[in-house]
Nanobody, 116 residues
Framework: QVQLVESGGGLVQPGGSLRLSCAAS????????MNWYRQAPGKERELVAR????????NYADSVKGRFTISRDNAKNTVYLQMNSLKPEDTAVYYC?????????WGQGTQVTVSS
């Protein structure tokens, strides 16, 4: 079965950095687009970044462009989200996501809190 396990969240000061990881299993990782979403309290879940199966193309939400970088290691079945210059408004639960055979799969999420 498809499993996605996120890690790397935590508490960081404004301007700091974090690197999230998502370990995937149960599907042929190198065939699928991978996504990072986030959901802040009281807000809808939003797409943060997307990467193609080969990693040659990425897309970002306007709010994180120039600060976040999505990448993947197909040999390790892992997708990453490098987050720099973090702001308080980046505080949210971050989720890894994949669409496999018309079904959405989500990880359990990892909390990122940006606060002084």
């Amino acid at each position: 079965q498809v499993q996605l396990v996120e890690s790397g969240g935590g508490l960081v000061q404004p301007g700091g950095s974090l690197r999230l990881s998502c370990a995937a299993s149960g599907f042929t990782f190198n065939m699928y687009i991978m996504n990072w979403y986030r959901q802040a309290p009281g807000k809808e879940r939003e797409l943060v970044a997307r990467i193609t199966n080969t990693g040659d193309s990425t897309n970002y939400a306007d709010s994180v462009k120039g600060r976040f970088t999505i990448s993947r290691d197909n040999a390790k079945n892992t997708v990453y989200l490098q987050m720099n210059s973090l702001k308080p408004e980046d505080t949210a639960v971050y989720y890894c996501n994949v669409l496999v055979l018309f079904q959405n799969y989500w990880g359990q999420g990892t909390q990122v809190t940006v606060s002084s």
